[in-house]
């Protein structure tokens, strides 16, 4: 049995705000795999909220910026909170970006590559460590190409968004709207469609043990799983959620009333805490 850690148990209430024992005996159950163990709590219906845990940890600052119809967001991480609020560390990190925005590399390992100044970006990355007397690490890159891309920078710089859209002339206020909503309700897919098969067929599986564990009768048992599936689907996917703004509306009614023939292209969202 795999070594059941206080960081690993802390880390999975956080995500899924269940009691420390039941974090541990779910560890324990999933042999230390943490997204099994997600799996564990949710089918015995002890997750208390929705948050999704994100895969890197730690401190650090994200940044989103936009230039012409490409944006990209990076992480650049570090070991203290301190050091992921200094000036010199930020604006080393949207250093970073520029370079990301200017070059347009396809991967995290191109935009390691790219000269920044006198060496590569991963140099450089090493040379701020022996300055900073942290280690520093590039965790995460990623990109939008779209007709028009907005950022939104979350307060704290721990979490940014990009969203594409299908036309150039997109409202500000709108674009930004959506940018937030991806922020605050971390959408999996644009639409139901785009739901990947294998996470519907997890959802389903959890929705019938969790109706099982309740006793439900079999008869009903998939008419249950259904829908919950259809419920996650509705939550978790951008169109379909409910607008933060105005709960009377869902994010595609939203974007109809502002043009008829306005598309979310593609999102992405970064977080580290």
Do not use: W
Request: glycine fraction near 6%.
């Amino acid at each position: 049995m795999a070594e059941i850690k206080a960081a690993d148990v802390s880390k999975l209430r956080k995500a899924t705000g269940a009691g420390m024992m039941d974090c541990k005996k779910a560890l324990q159950e999933a042999d230390g795999d943490f997204e099994k163990a997600i799996d564990v709590i949710r089918k015995k219906g002890q997750i208390v909220a929705s948050k999704r845990a994100d895969r890197e940890a730690g401190e650090g600052t994200v940044q989103a910026k936009v230039k012409g119809n490409f944006g990209a967001i990076i992480s650049l991480n570090c070991e203290t909170d301190f050091v992921a609020k200094n000036e010199n560390f930020v604006a080393f990190a949207k250093s970073i970006l520029d370079r990301a925005l200017e070059e347009r590399p396809r991967t995290l390992d191109d935009l390691r590559k790219l000269k920044l100044e006198d060496k590569s970006v991963e140099e450089k990355i090493i040379e701020q460590t022996g300055i900073i007397g942290e280690k520093l690490e590039l965790t995460y890159y990623d990109y939008i190409e779209s007709a028009k891309v907005i950022e939104y920078n979350h307060f704290g710089n721990n979490l940014a968004t990009l969203v594409g859209f299908n036309k150039a002339d997109v409202d500000n206020q709108v674009a930004k709207d959506v940018a937030m909503q991806v922020a605050a309700m971390s959408p999996v897919s644009i639409d139901k469609d785009d739901v990947p098969e294998e996470i519907i067929r997890k959802e389903r599986e959890i929705g019938r043990e969790k109706a099982l564990q309740e006793g439900k009768p079999e008869s009903i048992v998939d008419r249950i799983a259904e829908g919950m599936v259809q419920k996650f689907l509705k939550e978790s996917t951008l169109l379909n959620q409910d607008f933060t703004k105005d709960s009377k509306k869902t994010i595609a009614q939203y974007l109809k009333e502002a043009d008829k023939e306005l598309k979310v292209t593609g999102f992405k969202r970064f977080s580290i805490k």
